[in-house]
């Protein structure tokens, strides 16, 4: 299982960045994929998550309205479309497997993650 987590860069307030993680070593098709994001010394916090099933989101508040997630099972890619960047936005951004039934926000329903990929808002 490998997800690898991409897209992430130098941005000023306001501006956007897309966020892809692409999915080997499983079928992304059955799985509701997550972005976590931690900023230094916080802890990670869920961002938003895509079902497998019927394509329903979850975005947390701070997110909601700025940030959009998507999935392309064909490319077993999951997209995450950050708008409206802000300061507090800074962070590295992670994708993760879901893989037990804790909340969708939670770390401990994710078994699998990514690497990591920085985003950095600043002017």
């Known amino acids: ?5 991409s897209g992430g860069g130098l941005v000023q307030p306001g501006g956007s960045l897309r966020l892809s993680c692409a999915a080997s070593g499983f079928t992304l098709d059955y799985y509701n994929i997550g972005w976590f994001r931690q900023a230094p010394e916080k802890e990670r916090e869920g961002v938003s998550c895509i079902s497998d099933s019927d394509g329903s989101t979850y975005y947390a508040d701070s997110v909601k309205g700025r940030f959009t997630i ?4 064909s490319k077993a890619t999951v997209y995450l479309q950050l708008n409206s960047l802000k300061i507090e ?3 590295v951004y992670y994708c993760a497997r879901r893989t ?4 969708v926000d939670s770390v401990k329903s994710y078994r699998d993650w990514g690497q990591g990929t920085q985003v950095t808002v600043s002017s």
């Open 1 to 5: 299982v490998q997800l690898q987590a």
């Open 70 to 73: 998507s999935r392309d099972n």
């Open 89 to 91: 936005d800074t962070a």
């Open 100 to 103: 037990i039934q804790y909340e």
